[in-house]
T-cell receptor, first 114, second 115 residues
Framework: AQSVTQLDSHVSVSEGTPVLLRCNYS??????LFWYVQHPNKGLQLLLK??????LVKGINGFEAEFKKSETSFHLTKPSAHMSDAAEYFC????????????FGTGTSLTVIP | ETGVTQTPRHLVMGMTNKKSLKCEQH?????MYWYKQSAKKPLELMFV???????ENNSVPSRFSPECPNSSHLFLHLHTLQPEDSALYLC??????????????FGQGTRLTVV
């Protein structure tokens, strides 16, 4: 079975401070993990993905995430928040034997305070 | 632009109307998906098509009827909807057969309002 848990439904940070969005996963097999961002009334855009190569993954807009198998975590970070980062973020897991399905977390809403 | 185009972007329909949502991808993908995103609810998978064959119907009511005529196009036919069906409907595509390593590409969505 595959699932993800996003530990925070809302996160608020001040502009210029670090961002941490937390995600834990459950997977019976070697997972692939993704982070997507969604701005209001828009589709989902891929930020980064992990597919069993390097455990520290760098994505777009200065975001990165580290796959930690021992902690079953895939937390998303950014050193310095920008106003344009305010959005909804989704952690997603997939893998072999899932019938090409993606399993979404419930999302984390990021607010950036000026 | 992600390479996945959805039309229309906005749709208002009465409960007795029949309408269709269209999704088109030119990424060469062979898997396509419909998702429903309601306010304050998790993203809900509705249907999955792999190589034009429906492989997942996530207990969706029959008033939603998908159609996948080829690997580039996906439709969602709507009839006798309820107000609670108002939501953002998202289409996505991906490359099947990669052991789950390929990401999904999403369209901008259709904002549906049922009155």
């Amino acid at each position: 079975a595959q699932s993800v848990t996003q530990l925070d439904s809302h996160v608020s940070v001040s502009e210029g401070t670090p961002v941490l969005l937390r995600c834990n996963y459950s997977s019976s097999y070697s997972p692939s993990l993704f982070w997507y961002v969604q701005h209001p009334n828009k589709g989902l855009q891929l930020l980064l993905k992990y597919t069993s190569a390097a455990t520290l993954v760098k994505g777009i807009n200065g975001f990165e995430a580290e796959f930690k198998k021992s902690e079953t975590s895939f937390h998303l970070t950014k050193p310095s928040a920008h106003m344009s980062d305010a959005a909804e973020y989704f952690c997603v897991v997939s893998g072999p034997y899932t019938g090409n399905q993606f399993y979404f977390g419930t999302g984390t809403s990021l607010t950036v305070i000026p | 632009e992600t390479g996945v185009t959805q039309t229309p972007r906005h749709l208002v329909m009465g409960m007795t109307n029949k309408k269709s949502l269209k999704c088109e991808q030119h990424l060469g993908h062979n898997a396509m998906y419909w998702y429903k995103q309601s306010a304050k609810k998790p993203l809900e998978l509705m249907f999955v098509y792999n190589f034009k064959e429906q492989t997942e119907n996530n207990s969706v009511p029959s008033r939603f009827s998908p159609e996948c005529p080829n690997s580039s196009h996906l439709f969602l036919h709507l009839h006798t909807l309820q107000p609670e069906d108002s939501a953002l409907y998202l289409c996505a595509s991906s490359q099947a057969g990669t052991g789950g390593k390929a990401e999904a590409f999403f369209g901008q969505g259709t904002r549906l309002t049922v009155v």
